[in-house]
């Protein structure tokens, strides 16, 4: 149960776009389209923003989108916002009831 | 409204036992897959253990053996039995429930356990 690989850190200024990587193996990011991202701001717990790689959850704004190629899964935030910094951490399903997080992203809004 | 609330974590000696509750609202435990997922200080999410519906439990490697996911239906409660802590084990440790596509779509605030001499 191998951890997903993102970068350590992303930037951009308000208004720009960023996007976040989340590299796994064909076992669980590759094999399934259930990979999911959490944003957490600074003594918080996780919240929900995508879902089986490109689904919003009610509530949460259209300039978060998924997407997914081969064993590399994506987040981008378009339109940066001030309160978009935060660490974002994706998530997979790896099959045989086994789920593994990435190493998790901080994303800092210049 | 779906509400989380995780206690019973505090400080520990390695080697000892420490059980985390999780009572939930809103819903109704026995009818979602939950799970707990903890973050030791500084650090990333670690997915530790799942029920199911059909109460089935799975365990991250580091814990199996030594952590024990149950639910107590009667009070709508989740329990996490950690025995043999190690300081490994310190984090910060959440319920959460799911929400589709093998998600966690709610989350408690988190319970702070810190196993140290």
């Known amino acids: 149960q191998s951890v997903l690989t993102q970068p350590p850190s992303a930037s951009g200024s308000p208004g720009q776009s960023v996007t976040i990587s989340c590299t796994g193996t064909?076992?669980?990011?590759?094999?399934?389209?259930?990979v999911s991202w959490y944003q957490q701001h600074p003594g918080k717990a996780p919240k929900l923003m995508i879902y089986e790689v490109n689904k919003r959850p009610s509530g949460v704004p259209d300039r978060f989108s998924g997407s997914k190629s081969g064993n590399t899964a994506s987040l981008t935030v378009s339109g940066l916002q001030a309160e978009d910094e935060a660490d974002y951490y994706c998530?997979?399903?790896?099959?045989?009831?086994?789920?593994?997080f990435g190493s998790g992203t901080k994303v800092t809004v210049l | 409204e779906v509400q989380l609330g995780e206690s019973g974590g505090g400080l520990i000696q390695p080697g000892g036992s420490l059980r985390l509750s999780c009572a939930a609202s809103g819903f109704t435990v026995a009818s979602n897959y939950m799970s707990w997922v903890r973050q030791a200080p500084g650090k990333g999410l670690e997915w530790v253990s799942v029920?199911?519906?059909?109460?089935?439990?799975y365990y991250a490697d580091s814990v199996k053996g030594r952590f024990t996911f149950s639910r107590d239906n009667s009070k709508n409660t989740l329990f996490l039995q950690m025995d043999s802590l190690r300081a490994e084990d310190t984090a910060v440790y959440y319920c959460?429930?799911?929400?589709?596509?093998?998600?966690?779509?709610?989350w408690g605030q988190g319970t702070l356990v810190t196993v140290s001499s």
């Open positions: 029920i199911y519906t059909g109460g089935g439990t």
């Open positions: 998530c997979s399903y790896a099959g045989s009831k086994f789920y593994v």
């Open positions: 064909s076992s669980d990011v590759g094999g399934y389209n259930y």
């Open positions: 959460a429930r799911g929400y589709g596509g093998n998600s966690w779509g709610y």
